[in-house]
């Protein structure tokens, strides 16, 4: 087995059994806490997988502001020693889940596998070259240069919505 089969196979594990560490735990906290172990080696397989940017994002966004988000809010919930109370959505709960996997199973196994195996491979064209190459440089640039209003703005959005969330949870 190579070394970067032991990699990713490591990270994998870490990434399944964070999530459930996620899942199974009544402890919401600590539950948050796993979910940005997750949430870093999802990262970690990006990295891997040569997806820099995505690696990036997803470190910053969901690792960083996400989870910090999470934390805080959980922070300033009451009894977060209890953990989530069992209610009447227990059966939903198990039956959305199970449907989505029986359908994901379906699609799986009928689709015809054979035909992305018979497609040229990269290297053929100029239009292949250009779509495989590392464009974490034109994304940057699109998002500083041509698409910096919306990103400032959704900033801005985003910070003014946990200054909403803060002064409708302080205590008056």
Avoid at 52 to 78: P, R
Wanted: glycine share 6%; no cysteine; net charge negative.
């Amino acid at each position: 087995m190579l070394f970067q089969d032991l990699i990713f196979w490591a990270l994998a594990a870490v990434a399944v059994v964070g999530a459930l560490g996620v899942v199974l735990l009544r402890d919401v906290f600590r539950s948050a806490l796993l979910l940005v172990l997750v949430f870093l080696t999802v990262a970690g397989l990006f990295f891997f997988l040569a997806a820099e940017f995505l690696g990036i994002v997803q470190v910053l966004i969901y690792a960083g502001a996400i989870s910090i988000l999470i934390i805080f809010a959980i922070m300033l919930t009451q009894n977060v020693q209890e953990g989530n109370l069992p209610n009447g959505l227990q059966f939903a709960a198990v039956l959305l889940p199970a449907l989505l996997l029986v359908a994901l199973a379906f699609v799986a196994f009928d689709t015809d596998w054979r035909l992305i195996a018979d497609l040229p491979a990269v290297g053929g064209t100029a239009v292949e070259d250009a779509a495989f190459r590392d464009n974490t440089f034109t994304l940057s640039k699109l998002l500083l240069e041509n698409y910096a209003l919306a990103f400032g703005a959704a900033g801005t959005l985003l910070l003014a919505s946990i200054i909403g969330a803060l002064s409708l949870v302080r205590e008056r």
